[in-house]
């Protein structure tokens, strides 16, 4: 087997506003399944953070236990990674988010990482919309131990030995805008075109910024009767509308049809492009996007892309009033700023 | 685009060295060979193809190397055909691999005028088939102009002797040498049952410039006096030497004039150095041998006192281009520049000639005085006529003349057999076989290498300079040569689709590391090839290389290969669930005569 990829790239590789080429996000070679959902999420990630020219050292990649959590290794080589406790990468990644907040951070989960042992720190980070990525590569089952149903997987889904599921599955989607996540999105690992522009959009969005992200378990969940196999999702997806992500500092050159084009503009200035959408959706309303994965789901659909956005979030740190600096930044001098404040402190509480 | 029924061309055309090769000779193979220390294997490999793989590994014009995919990465190309040299130096004795010459003839006689490449090749071609063969040649030895042409600081004679031995050394062969032919007519008289002409071509061109003939004696033409070198004719030269003409002979003559008496040596080129028709190795070889190069000299007269020469006087000129981009050479208007020689070696460009062939024997001759020759059969306007090699179609090179006489062989023997020289002839033979050999293990290396190019070791210039038929080159030695053979991309292990297995899973997009691969739809019929270049994963830039195009896979989708800059790493393949992508190794080989009697 290859473990080692060649150093050679396409001569004519662009690079980005940085002078970086995409090679210089990229990440070991994966020791994934061939065929796993996961790496193409990986290539998303690697292809989302090449074009917005975000720094590598200026990003954390965070993850918890399984198959999801093995692949910080494969992206970002030159970023900053934490590979936590099962389940604990919430928190892990609330603390490093409190200490410096100025990093981009990623966070990559799976569907027992998320949504079993790890649940109650996924509820818990998304109600206090820290400012993240949360990526949840979702296949439905628990792969790295041999496929067993997991808490997704789908109502009636039948696994590789021919069971059918007879237990309810959890939609984190859905969990996640009941929570209070104020950017929810779904997407499916062979469509980078939506997935792509919807992680940039994700990075660009200043809070809690969820996708769960269908990802086919080529090993032991891509079997006829599964419902989260390639041919399945490719089959029934439909998507609330087509995504285009033009960030901030870049001119809007297209022009579309208003009629079929919805504008949402991002707190940094970032616009997101939304054409086509399905009948009676809007994106910033909750329940519209609560009703639209239920109409969805009864028809046997999975329904996918930007399902919220709440353009004008309130973050952790604005929740909790934290200093605007990194705390690895902050001087002596404004960690003890002397006995005269002190006493200035103490005066106003006299 | 790709029809399955052109799949093994577009294969062909990935294994650029091959491709480029006039001969075919399958290069990634031997160079596989070099690498497993099998260099017998190799050289019998090349030896089937090009039929003088010590020559020809010493001074091929390469057309391989400027072809390797290597190049197109931005990188120097695989030494190919020093590896060539590499199978020569280190094979074993393979007399016994040597096909047999049958004692019982078929009864057809052959006769080849000339004994260069060209006849050589046809004679080895046929020989193992029965044939009785007759060589012309005026020179005291077979090899043509690889033998009177060829500096021995760059060839030396034992590497001739051996590989014009297997062929003239092993029966069934009659040299006439020192046997000038005169006429055609005669040797059609003899009853012979076909003729093949390889007479090369054998005159240098003069350069008719004011006092060109008041100085003779000092003014050589190239390759006649490199041919008097060879043989002995010619044992020295003036001090000063000015060697007009900027191709490979005119790198030769400054070479052998540097070693056999000049001490002052400058080569002179009518037009700008970057456009000089010698190969780059070969200008190299001879600045490192501190000969200057002149560029934009344009040679006006030349100057003598009492009937010796004693400079030679060039008009300084600048190159422009026409829309058109035809070059005009423009004077720059600066004072003419005089250089002081005792000898000029006058190398500007080689013709054909035939005043030995009759014109009323039934050979028609074409608007340049050249023998019409048929592009596919060899044939000339007479029915037993051949013509390959250089006579052929002008001035090219030892390898394009084997590639060439090869199919004349093929022509040859169906014409002996009363068979169609066109309908009949068989078609090249191809093997594609898949390299896996377990889960993530390939029987080739697909770890591609990322060192760069290696130097061939020198003798030091002084030594070189002292002798005349000390070889420059000292060649790889086996360490090297495995360091070198490593670089080999394998372009021929291709990477075979198969779209009934693929699931879309896009694994094989996401770990190309040079991005040739995409999925996407397209309209046979509608779309175009312009377009969909557009829309791939990787710059696609390059329109020369192919791009495959599977069929419909289960979305309606196809996936779309640039060749390009696939550098046949495997992981496409190591990366796809069920096996839709496989490594295969073609191994393709251009027909020859044996093909007509399997």
């Avoid at chain 2, 410039?209 to 020295?236: C, M, Q, T, Y």
């Avoid at chain 2, 003419?336 to 035939?354: H, K, P, R, Y």
Wanted: hydrophobic share 35%.
């Amino acid at each position: 087997m290859s473990y080692i990829i060649t150093n050679f790239r396409h001569p004519l590789s662009p690079t980005n506003k940085l002078g970086f080429t995409r090679k210089d996000y990229e990440g070991a070679l994966s020791t994934l399944c061939a065929g796993c959902g996961h790496d193409s999420i990986s290539s998303a990630i690697i292809s989302a953070c090449f074009e917005m020219s975000i720094e590598p050292h200026r990003v954390a990649k965070l993850s918890g236990i399984g198959c999801s959590s093995k692949t910080p290794t494969y992206f970002l080589g030159n970023s900053h990674g934490f590979n936590s406790v099962h389940g604990r990468m919430p928190s892990i990644t609330t603390g490093a988010n409190l200490a410096n907040r100025d990093l981009t951070y990623i966070g990559v989960s799976g569907d027992g990482d998320s949504a079993s042992i790890g649940l109650g720190q996924f509820a818990h980070v998304a109600r206090r919309n820290l400012n993240m990525l949360y990526i949840v590569e979702n296949n439905g089952c628990y792969g790295l131990t041999k496929g067993q149903n997991s808490a997704t997987t789908d109502l009636d889904s039948v696994n590789k030995s021919g069971v059918s599921n007879t237990f309810e599955p959890i939609d984190l989607a859905n969990l996640a805008l009941q929570l209070g996540a104020t950017f929810v999105a779904r997407s499916f690992s062979g469509d980078k075109q939506q997935l792509v522009p919807l992680m940039k959009a994700a990075m660009s969005h200043r809070g809690f910024a969820f996708i769960d992200v269908i990802s086919p378990c080529v090993t032991f969940n891509n079997n006829p009767g599964s419902k989260k196999s390639y041919d399945f999702v490719r089959e029934h997806q439909e998507a609330t509308s087509s995504i285009d992500f033009v960030p901030m500092e870049k001119e809007i050159t297209t022009q579309y049809d208003p009629g079929t084009t919805q504008e949402v503009t991002l707190h940094d200035g970032s616009v997101i492009h939304l054409h086509k959408a399905i009948e009676g959706f809007n994106v910033h309303d909750r329940r519209s996007a609560l009703r639209a994965i239920k109409d969805h789901q009864e028809r046997g659909e999975v329904l996918t892309g930007l399902l919220y956005v709440d353009t004008d979030p309130v973050d952790l740190h604005d929740v909790i009033n934290t200093t605007h600096k990194p705390l690895s930044s902050l001087t002596e001098s404004s960690l003890c700023p002397g006995s005269g404040m002190l006493k200035s402190i103490n005066d106003s509480l006299r | 685009m790709t029809e399955p029924r052109d799949l093994v061309n577009h294969y062909h055309r990935v294994v650029d060295c091959q491709y480029a090769c006039p001969a075919h000779t399958p290069v990634p193979e031997y160079i596989r060979l070099i690498a497993q220390g099998r260099h017998t294997d190799s050289y019998m490999l090349n030896w089937e193809s090009n039929v003088f793989p010590g020559i020809l590994g010493r001074v091929c014009d390469r057309p391989c190397e400027p072809a390797c995919r290597r190049g197109r990465l931005q990188e120097e190309p695989v030494a190919i055909c020093r590896l060539k040299r590499v199978a020569s130096d280190f094979k074993e004795d393979i007399s016994e691999r040597l096909p047999d010459i049958p004692t019982q003839k078929n009864g057809k006689h052959i006769a080849l005028i000339g004994a260069g490449p060209a006849s050589l090749t046809v004679a080895r071609d046929l020989l193992p088939l029965g044939y009785d063969i007759t060589i012309f040649d005026d020179l005291s030895q077979a090899g043509g102009m690889i033998r009177s042409q060829i500096p021995r600081f760059r060839l030396p004679s034992e590497v001739i002797d051996e590989e014009v031995g297997y062929i003239i050394d092993r029966g069934g062969v009659t040299c006439h040498l020192n046997h000038r032919v005169d006429s055609l007519k005669q040797v059609l008289a003899q009853d012979f049952d076909a003729v093949l002409i390889g007479t090369g071509a054998p005159r240098g061109r003069d350069l008719n410039i004011p006092g060109r003939n008041d100085a003779d004696e000092h003014i050589h033409i190239g390759v006649e006096w490199l041919a008097n070198v060879a043989f002995k004719h010619v044992e020295s030269i003036g001090e000063k030497v000015v060697v007009l003409g900027g191709g490979n002979t005119a790198m030769d003559c400054c070479r052998t004039a540097r070693r056999i008496g000049g001490k002052e040596v400058i080569v002179t080129v009518r037009s700008p150095f970057a456009t000089m028709k010698a190969s780059p190795w070969e200008i190299e070889d001879a600045q490192h041998e501190g000969i200057p190069i002149l560029d934009n000299h344009v040679p006006k007269r030349f100057h003598t006192d009492n009937g010796r020469l004693t400079a030679i006087e060039f008009e300084l000129v600048r190159a422009e281009y026409d829309s058109n981009g035809k070059r005009r050479l423009i004077p720059t208007g600066e004072d003419n520049v005089v250089i002081e020689c005792t000898d000029v070696l006058i190398a500007v460009g080689q013709e054909n000639s035939f005043p030995w062939i009759e014109r009323d024997i039934g050979i028609q001759f074409n608007d340049w005085d050249m023998p019409e020759v048929d592009p596919v059969t060899y044939r000339t306007s007479h029915e037993r006529v051949f013509v390959a090699g250089d006579a052929a179609f002008g001035p090219e090179n030892i390898i394009t003349a084997v590639a060439q006489a090869h199919q004349a062989a093929i022509s040859i023997d169906l014409l002996c057999r009363g068979l169609s020289l066109t309908e009949k002839r068989p078609p090249p033979d191809y093997t594609l076989v898949s390299q896996k050999m377990g889960v993530h293990e390939w029987s080739y290396q697909n770890s591609v290498a990322n060192d760069e190019r290696y130097k061939v070791p020198l003798i030091a210039t002084d030594k070189a300079l002292a002798d005349l038929g000390t070889e420059v080159e000292l060649g790889y030695d086996i360490e090297l040569a495995l360091r070198e053979a490593s670089r080999c991309l394998s372009c021929d292990v291709q990477t075979v689709f198969y779209e009934a297995r693929c699931i879309e899973c896009d694994a094989c997009i996401d770990v190309c590391p040079t991005n040739c691969l995409t999925i996407t739809h397209f309209d046979r019929e509608q779309g175009s090839e312009d377009e969909l270049r557009q829309r791939l994963v990787g710059p696609s830039k390059n329109t020369e290389q192919p791009l495959y195009i599977s069929a419909d896979l289960n979305t309606g989708r196809v996936m779309i290969k640039d060749e390009d800059v696939c550098v046949h790493c495997g992981l496409c393949a190591e990366r796809c669930p069920t096996a839709a992508w496989d490594m295969q190794k073609l191994l393709y080989k251009e027909a020859q005569v044996t093909a007509c009697h399997k």
